[in-house]
């Protein structure tokens, strides 16, 4: 099976730093953001670039306020008919999400399914003042109306391929990788 | 009426011969009427055994026609090789009255498919506090001469010793079921490590070892004749051996689900599982093995006991107990057996000669020529699935279905008449209510 | 896993999956919107053929929580008391659109019963039968444990839970009529698997025979049991008074001298040694008052517990496909 690397560690870096920027300029600063990354792979994507806003900020200590993670398992639409799934801890900073600006924070885009579950489950613990989301790739391949705000990087896939993304924190390296697919 | 020439059968595994039949007798082959008038059975690899004889059923007529009636009981009976039937007295009205027992007997002719012959009731309702009228039973055209409460123990010490004397009067025996009713109540299966772990109010082996013990004393004390219903712990049989030993007249029996099943099986919660006594442990299997190879058990008796599917469609503690067995008798005691020194001789022992003597059956238990022809040939090379429901009887609580058995009963002789030919019914016995009487 | 019928077929890795969904549900039950949709549209029946009003409650609590319709069926004026067959019972129920059946019964194995026989195809949860188990008031009995020894509010959301735990070296003692009790047998189960070193004390006649090839350490006298170990938890069980009547002891001052949590005993235990009961209590007979009422007790924890862990045991049977491989 082919293997082709789409983003090496140093580009995956300059990615989440460009959307940590984009970030911060959308919120016109750090003040009431809240990212919340969606298990797995978006819980460590949120919490480095919690730590490159609160650092860019000024104040590297003040990123676990700003960080949680939001399992959406319970609101999927496949619950039934997939295999079973066990929830993943869903922690929210002290200061809850009321009249906050949510970013949710995922490693993939592709169908949105996950985004519309990720949305139901924030409706459910509490009423943002915005919701915004920052996806690491979008790959197309939508199946509901949902677009991200911030995106490291759009890579035109085929439904045949699979994007791999691979994190230090759950996979020992950074990189994403596109395998698969009709050659 | 038919005659017949068994030929090449291997007779109680001893020995290739012929066997002839005229007249309801096993006759010296040379006095078949000349010009081949008798129906030639080519019995070569079968194994000729006398007629087997069921110290033990519940054919539930009079009262749970639903469940069995004496004719499908008697069908089941002839599938399985059995020429003779005990009826016990637990039906509705009971087998207290000289009029119940005759009724029972005549219901048995009437089928006529095997012999039916009833036991009386050692108390009146089985309600342990009466003697029932044995003599008149004993006198009745059925003549009685097996008494049990079966069901239900005989527990007051001191009726049980009355009884055991009084039906010596008859040659008669008491058939004691073993049960000490304090000690088991509530109970649901044998008490033991499954039984904690499952939660089922236990059934504990001394609740029938000490009533075996204490019956072999009184036995000894009066000196009567004992028969022990369905002994199916270790401890009893150690019992039975030490009363045998000090000369003591006890026989005693095991259903060929005792000795093949274990208490394990009440993990499904299937009440097809479900008996009284209940299913033990391997070790008192393996004791109750032995003990029937070396003759301290001295008869399988099946405790053949068919209940509706709703009886037994229904959570474990709300189900009937009891299994239905004589169709499936002799190929278990055949499996259950392999290991032993235990021969189509000692089959014949322990599933028709000795029940026979202990019962006073007459006319079962013998290949001789001049004797009633009872005959049951069997294929001990025919594996085959257990299939409960293409059994005779009415009842569908079988355990063993499914299992793989290597025995297959193929003919049954009754008086003469062969009502099982190649594994399947055939007709009853053509003289009617008279057969025995010629 | 599609039934939950026992905790003796339950392994380590399942039990503490399902502890540790329930840590998830405790945190749901802690929001503004205590609903999760997971079982949008789907049914669960209780069937509940013994009186439990407890235990009923804490299912419907849990199965609404998780947006299930929920029908009540109770024994009591129904047609199983005119002679209505399990069977039937069940299919009709069945027939009425079930996604899950939540039974209790007096009979032992009667959920197990209903699991195999075919009748039906929806999973069964063992809420209860006979004196055999009663595995989820284990799994709240475990939950409420982990959470108490780990130093967490025994109750209640807790964000960094002790999630991925067992219960390893704890000493718990259960304490009462082990024979008849289905709480015994269940936590005897759950808390050997779980890592807990598990001490029965009873007299004789209420422990069942063959005790001895339990995973546990037997006492018959209480205070002796005390003097040798320092117990993490006690477990005291229901004893019932009809008990003294079939001479399991002679009566209940006598019982409740030996084997009773009495103030007296409270007193003696480490200040660390929590206090269950499964509920309801017989106040002065096998718990004395100040035991019941003391700030070690999880009892209230417990019933509290119980909703999120019959909420995790829904979520597990009633989500996912058996057979998907993935």
């Known amino acids: 099976m082919t293997q082709r690397t789409v983003l090496d560690a140093a580009d995956l870096q300059r990615a989440l730093t460009r959307i940590a920027h984009e970030i911060i300029e959308a919120n016109k600063g750090t003040e009431n953001l809240v990212l919340l990354g969606i298990p797995r792979r978006g819980t460590p994507l949120a919490r480095r670039l919690a730590r490159q806003i609160a650092t860019i900020d000024g104040h590297p ?81 939508r199946e509901l109306p949902i677009r991200a705000d911030h995106v490291g990087k759009n890579l035109p896939t085929s439904s045949s391929e699979r994007v791999n993304v691979s994190l230090a924190e759950t996979d020992g390296t950074d990189a994403v990788t596109i395998s698969g697919g009709r050659e | 009426m038919s005659e017949y020439l068994i030929r090449g059968a291997n007779i109680l595994g001893g020995g290739a011969g012929d066997i002839a039949i005229r007249d309801g007798r096993i006759v010296d082959p040379e006095l078949l009427t000349a010009g081949g008038g008798a129906e030639v059975i080519d019995a070569e690899g079968l194994i000729a055994l006398p007629g087997l004889v069921d110290m033990h059923t ?159 004393l009184l036995a000894e004390h009066v000196g009567s004749r004992l028969h022990i219903c369905h002994v199916s712990t270790a401890g009893s049989v150690d019992i039975v051996r030490w009363a045998k030993s000090r000369g003591v007249q006890v026989t005693a029996e095991v259903t060929p689900h005792h000795l093949m099943l274990t208490d394990e099986l009440v993990r499904t919660f299937d009440p097809v599982y479900k008996v009284n006594p209940p299913l033990r442990t391997d070790a008192d299997v393996q004791a109750l093995r032995e003990a029937l190879a070396d003759g301290t058990i001295d008869v399988i008796g099946t405790d053949h006991a068919p209940h509706t599917a709703e009886h037994k469609c229904s959570e474990w503690t709300a189900a009937a107990m009891g299994m239905v067995g004589m169709e499936t008798a002799l190929p278990i005691v055949v499996e259950a057996m392999a290991d032993h020194d235990f021969d189509h001789g000692d089959l014949a022992r ?32 025919a594996p085959h699935r257990i299939v409960p429901g293409e059994h005779a009887t009415k009842g569908r609580n079988n355990p063993f279905a499914g299992l793989e058995v290597s025995t297959r009963i193929t003919d049954t002789f009754f008086y003469g008449h062969r009502v099982l030919a190649d594994g399947r019914l055939t007709t009853p016995h053509p003289a009617g209510a008279s057969w025995t009487d010629q | ?168 070296g704890a000493k718990v003692a259960i304490v009462g009529d082990i024979l008849h009790s289905r709480v015994a047998r269940s936590n005897v189960h759950l808390l050997a698997r779980l890592g807990a070193e598990v001490h029965l004390i009873a007299p004789p006649t209420l422990l069942p025979w063959g005790v001895e090839t339990w995973p546990v350490t037997l006492h018959y006298d209480f205070d002796e049991a005390l003097h040798q170990v320092d117990f993490a938890a006690l477990m005291m069980l229901r004893v019932q008074h009809e008990r003294m009547h079939e001479s399991f002891f002679p009566n209940e001052r006598e019982y409740s001298r030996l084997w009773g949590l009495s103030a007296a005993r409270l007193a003696r235990l480490p200040r660390e040694t929590f206090i269950m009961h499964p509920g ?47």
């Open chain 3, 1 to 168: 896993m599609k039934h939950l019928l026992d905790t003796a077929s339950l392994s380590r890795a399942e039990a503490i999956s399902l502890l540790d969904i329930a840590e998830e549900m405790a945190l749901v039950s802690a929001r503004e919107v205590k609903k999760l949709p997971v079982l949008r549209g789907r049914t669960v029946v209780n069937l509940f053929f013994e009186d439990s009003t407890r235990t009923r409650l804490s299912f419907e609590a849990a199965a609404k929580r998780l947006s299930a319709d929920v029908l009540n069926f109770s024994a009591k004026g129904s047609s199983v008391s005119k002679g209505e067959s399990l069977q039937d019972t069940v299919q009709t129920i069945s027939a009425m659109g079930a996604d899950a059946l939540v039974v209790r019964h007096s009979g032992s194995g009667t959920p197990h019963r209903l699991a195999h026989t075919g009748w039906i195809d929806v999973p069964v949860i063992n809420a209860g039968d006979g004196t055999h188990e009663h595995p989820t008031q284990a799994l709240l009995d475990a939950f409420t444990l982990r959470r108490a020894l780990g130093g967490f509010p025994a109750s209640g959301a807790v964000k960094d839970g002790p999630r991925g735990q067992g219960l390893d």
């Open chain 3, 280 to 326: 309801p209590m017989n106040r002065g007979f096998e718990i004395s008052a100040a035991a019941a009422d003391s700030d070690r007790t999880l009892i209230l924890d417990q019933v509290e517990n119980g909703v999120s862990v019959r909420m995790a045991v829904l979520y597990r049977l009633l989500t996912g496909q058996e057979d998907h491989n993935e």
């Open chain 2, 350 to 381: 322990v599933m028709s000669q000795t029940p026979a003597r202990i019962t006073g059956a007459s006319g079962h238990g013998s290949l001789e020529i001049g004797a009633s022809a009872n005959i049951v040939l069997i294929d001990p090379n």
């Open chain 2, 58 to 216: 519940h054919l539930r007529e009079p009262g749970k026609e639903d469940a069995e009636t004496v004719l499908t009981g008697s069908q089941s009976a002839a599938a399985g090789g059995f020429t003779c039937v005990h009826a016990m007295a637990n039906t509705a009205p009971v087998a207290d009255t000289a009029g119940v027992v005759e009724q029972v007997h005549r219901l048995g002719r009437e089928a006529g498919y095997t012999e039916v012959v009833p036991i009386g009731a050692v108390t009146i309702g089985l309600e342990g506090k009466q003697l029932a009228e044995l003599g008149a039973m004993a006198r009745s055209a059925a003549r009685v001469r097996v008494f049990s409460d079966d069901g239900i123990c005989v527990w007051d010490p001191l009726l049980m010793r009355r009884a055991l004397e009084y039906v010596k009067t008859f040659d008669g025996v008491i058939a004691q079921h073993a049960q000490e009713p304090r000690l088991t109540e509530g109970a649901q299966m044998n008490e033991g490590v499954v039984s904690a772990e499952l939660g089922l109010p236990g059934w504990p082996a001394v609740a029938e070892e000490s009533i075996i013990a204490r019956d072999v």
């Open chain 1, 61 to 141: 200590e003040r990123a676990d306020e700003l960080v949680g993670s939001l399992d959406i398992t319970m609101y999927r639409d496949d619950l039934r008919s997939g295999a079973y799934r066990a929830p993943e801890p869903t922690t929210i900073p002290a200061a809850g999400v009321d009249s906050k600006t949510v970013v949710l924070v995922d490693d993939v885009l592709y169908s949105g399914r996950t985004i519309r579950a990720a949305l139901d489950a924030l409706s459910d613990i509490g009423r943002p003042a915005k919701v915004r989301l920052a996806v690491l790739v979008d790959r197309g391949h």
